[in-house]
């Protein structure tokens, strides 16, 4: 069966970098069609998608954050890493990732349970 | 500000049946792209709940229903039930500005 799992430090400082994996099982990253996306979550608020990468190494990154963020996979693993610059405390959330199939127009059909990254000094 | 606009709460007695809206504009919903639909219980993750505007994943009752038309999209919940009480958001797919991915500002469904 499809599962993902975040993993990374629940604490960072201000001004330092995130970097968060998700490994995966249950499906590979070569396939056509695959991709898997960053999701965080504020406390108490929305959904914000962040970024997606496919299976053919294209990587989208939000607009907003584009110049903060670096998507990357490691197909042997099954693994998708993002890193994060210059932390904030406002980027205290639950990250998440998702699997795609069909790239950033499609549903995320599985999710992982989350990580919370807390932002504090 | 999301992109997707969804009313901040709905309500509605057990039995009853809900509708939560979910309002675009050209370059999302109203260009034609797909919105999906997500459930999430307090504490959980997200769980996809509609894909491609009206279907349903593999054990989603049928008392959830979507649909979409111009630049809005309707997600349905009938004979409601107390489990039924978490937050909805909505998805879809942005082509201006290389904005990709937008949900909507979730919709907090409690059941009376």
């Known amino acids: 069966q499809v599962t993902l799992r975040e993993s990374g430090p629940a604490l960072v400082k201000p001004t330092q970098t995130l970097t968060l994996t998700c490994t995966f099982s249950?499906?590979?990253?070569?396939?056509?069609?695959?991709?898997v996306s960053w999701i965080r979550q504020p406390p108490g608020k929305a959904l914000e998608w962040l970024a997606l990468i496919d299976w053919d190494d294209d990587k989208y990154y939000s607009t907003s954050l584009k110049t903060r963020l670096t998507i990357s996979k490691d197909t042997s693993k099954n693994q998708v890493v993002l890193t994060m610059t210059n932390m904030d405390p406002v980027d205290t959330a639950t990250y998440y990732c998702?699997?795609?199939?069909?790239?950033?127009?499609?549903?995320?059909?599985?999710w992982g349970q989350g990580t919370l990254v807390t932002v504090s000094s | 500000q999301s992109v997707l606009t969804q009313p901040p709460s709905v309500s509605g007695a057990p039995g009853q049946r809900v509708t939560i809206s979910c309002t675009g504009s050209?370059?999302?919903?109203?260009?034609?792209?797909?919105v999906h639909w997500y459930q999430q219980l307090p504490g959980t993750a997200p769980k996809l709940l509609i894909y491609?505007?009206?279907n349903r994943p593999s054990g989603v009752p049928d008392r959830f229903s979507g649909s979409k038309s111009g630049t809005s999209a309707s997600l349905a919940i009938s004979g409601l039930q107390a489990e039924d009480e978490a937050d909805y958001y909505c998805?879809?797919?942005?082509?201006?500005?290389?904005?990709?991915?937008?949900f909507g500002g979730g919709t907090k469904l409690t059941v009376l």
């Open positions: 050209s370059s999302n919903i109203g260009a034609g792209y797909d």
């Open positions: 998805q879809s797919y942005d082509s201006s500005l290389s904005v990709y991915v937008v």
């Open positions: 998702a699997r795609t199939m069909g790239g950033a127009v499609a549903s995320f059909d599985y």
């Open positions: 249950g499906f590979s990253l070569s396939t056509s069609g695959m991709c």
């Open positions: 491609g505007n009206s």
